[in-house]
């Protein structure tokens, strides 16, 4: 079962604080699950930094965006290896 | 094209474009500064009387306009706002009254140090130092609170203001002013200054450029993303100073600036702890009010105000130094903005603004 984080309506960078803040309590290498996180986003400039981030952390990231219409888009992160 | 070359190149183009502006007549180390050509046009339409530093820069409307159309082509436009619209108007009001006692915005104080004003290294470290305070509190859960989409309309407003304003400086109606000397009458032709402007908006937002996020991101993330982008501005107008034999190294008598370096070191902590707190400096509240965001247009309005109150309160300073009311009104702005900035935290704790990760 994987973790969200809402940061819809949120500019950066607190969405990226708050993914960075998840990650930490999640602590991803001790409850071997694949799927770590979830963070809701609904601007661009957040979904690339979101994504920015947790690759950079060495996770692997992959993005859902919404449909027509509307803004949220899911970006979805994935220890390393293990999806 | 990946983000890293974007944010590169547009930091290059801004830096190239800022020492090409002084070549075609804006002021000397100021071919763009977004607070004072805000300042500027706070004088050019009669807002302030302070007459050395009166005219309608179409760079700023060409920022704006800029990032409009970046942000149309890319489907990227929305109207969008309600994240604490009058706390950002303050915090812009403050941004310039601290940039205008320094006598630069974030980009001017790197473009000053291209040009070998080391003033400018006492503004840059109380910049980041602004900047390190306001990521404590965005470590702390500092939030201004949540936008949510709004009509269309609120986001045509600053875009439409945006396009008078350049009828204006074209058609000089007898009610604009316009400075026959000072910094305000230096001046690029209108076109080109608007070419430039549209150029560097647009970039701009492609890249989310951001003089305070470069330095917020290292310090909070160790992400040196958006700093490379800052780097490249110095780098490229430092090179293009050096051939073009502008650069003169020292600290006494340089172009708009003084040599108070205390004041030179708070008033750009006040720059740079407002910035963090509005998540972006003068030039990217700019560029996220032509995207839509209202809130940053309360941020561009809030500058706009600010700029003739420091004019009409004797608060900007000049060559000559920072002034008494300069320096009230930077402690003034300092301490607001701890105030907002403790609410802001306090106001993450509550229920309905709870940012801790929950059980899908």
New interface residues.
Partial sequence: MAYRVDARGLSCPQPVVMTKRALEATRPEESGVSQVLEVLVDNHTAMENVSRFARHRGFDVQVEVGEDGDDCCIVRIYAKGLR | MN?RRVVLISGAVVGALSVALTVAGNPANMGICVACFIRDIAGGLGLHRAEVVQYLRPEIPGFILGSMLAAVATG?F?A?GG?SPVLRFVLGFFVIIGALVFLGCPLRMILRLAGGDLNAVFGIVGFAAGIWVGAIL??R?F?LG????VSIGNALVLPILSAFLLILVIAMPAFIFASSKGPGSAHAPVLWALVAGLVVGALAQRS?LCLA?GI??LI??R?P?LFSGFAAIFVVSLALNLISGRFKLGFEGQPVAHTDWMWNFLSMATVGLGAALL?GCPLRQCI?AGEG?T?GVMAFLGMLVGSAFAHNWGIASSAAGPTANGKTATIVALVVMAVIGYMGVDASRRPNQK??????
Avoid: M, N, P
């Fill in positions: 983000q990227e929305r969008r994240s965005l470590r859960g939030t949540r936008s949510s989409r989310r996020g917020r991101d909070l993330i992400d993303h998540g996220l965001d809130d940012q801790t990760a929950k059980e899908a």
